[in-house]
C-alpha cells in the first residue's frame, strides 16, 4: 500500500521559515507529480503547489508565490516544501499527495492525485 508522511510542521511566528517534508513508499516516484494542499478549520481544501516528475515544473497559488519553494529528490523519495515569509493565514494541516505523471486532471485539482498523507499542522502566530 502507497503511503505519503508529510513531515516539518509546527508554530511558529509570522516571518519564519519551515521546511515541509513529504516522504513516499511509491516504487517508481519519478512516475508521479506531487501537490501541496492545505486546509484551515472551517474551510475547504485549497491547492498550494506542485511539482512535476522530474522537478522540471512548478506550480505555485497566487497567494504563496514568492514565498514557498517545492523540490523533490527522487533518490531519496521525497518532495519539500520551502515556507518562507509566513503569515497567520497560512495556518493549516498541509498535505501532500501523489499522482501518476500523465494522469489526467490539472496539477491544481485534487482529482489529479490519487495518494494522500495524514498531514502535517503549520501554526502562525502574529
Known amino acids: 500500500q502507497v503511503q505519503l508522511v508529510e513531515s516539518g510542521g509546527g508554530l511558529v511566528q509570522a516571518g519564519d521559515s519551515l521546511r515541509l517534508s513529504c516522504t513516499t513508499s511509491?516504487?517508481?516516484?519519478?512516475?508521479?507529480?506531487v501537490g501541496w494542499f492545505r486546509q484551515a478549520p472551517g474551510k475547504e481544501r485549497e491547492f498550494v503547489a506542485a511539482i512535476s516528475r522530474y522537478g522540471r515544473s512548478t506550480y505555485y497559488a497566487d497567494s504563496v508565490k514568492g514565498r514557498f519553494t517545492t523540490s523533490r529528490d527522487n533518490a531519496k523519495n521525497t518532495v519539500y516544501l520551502q515556507m518562507n515569509s509566513l503569515r497567520p493565514e497560512d495556518t493549516a494541516v498541509y498535505y501532500c499527495?501523489?499522482?501518476?505523471?500523465?494522469?489526467?486532471?490539472?496539477?491544481?485539482?485534487?482529482?489529479?492525485?490519487?495518494?494522500w498523507g495524514l498531514g502535517t499542522q503549520v501554526t502562525v502566530t502574529s
Open positions: 499527495a501523489a499522482g501518476w505523471w500523465s494522469g489526467s486532471g490539472s496539477y491544481y485539482y485534487a482529482e489529479a492525485y490519487d495518494y
Open positions: 511509491i516504487g517508481t516516484f519519478s512516475n508521479y507529480k
